[in-house]
Nanobody, 121 residues
Framework: VQLQAFGGGLVQPGESLRLSCVAS????????MGWYRQAPGGQRELVAT???????NYADSVSGRFTISRDNAKNPVTLQMNSLKVEDTAVYYC????????????????WGQGTLVTVSS
């Protein structure tokens, strides 16, 4: 499975941005797809995930502002980010696993290359 992320960029606080993750290869094996992020000097943290059945999970810091979705063929997965804050600035990584949902990044076997989101006035 290969993952490719798109959509990062520079926006001002309060604006919106949409990230997309396209999977290729043995995508039939994927159960959970999601987004992690890593701010400069910080640890990689869970942003949002979605299972093949459509169950979603969000970090408290983005709940109500971000929405993760996927089409019925599991590809692509999008992350709609609204009301962006300066603290959302990070490299965002798309991730996928054939296993069950987990917040532990170590569970996710497949990772995209990362896309930078910068929120600054």
């Amino acid at each position: 499975v290969q993952l490719q992320a798109f959509g990062g960029g520079l926006v001002q606080p309060g604006e919106s941005l949409r990230l997309s993750c396209v999977a290729s290869g043995s995508i039939f094996s994927i159960n959970v797809m999601g987004w992690y992020r890593q701010a400069p000097g910080g640890q990689r943290e869970l942003v949002a995930t979605i299972t093949s059945g459509g169950t979603t999970n969000y970090a408290d810091s983005v709940s109500g502002r971000f929405t993760i979705s996927r089409d019925n063929a599991k590809n692509p997965v999008t992350l709609q980010m609204n009301s962006l804050k300066v603290e959302d600035t990070a490299v965002y990584y798309c991730a996928a696993t054939a296993g069950l949902y987990s917040s532990d990044a170590g569970v996710y076997a497949y990772w995209g290359q990362g896309t930078l989101v910068t929120v600054s006035s």
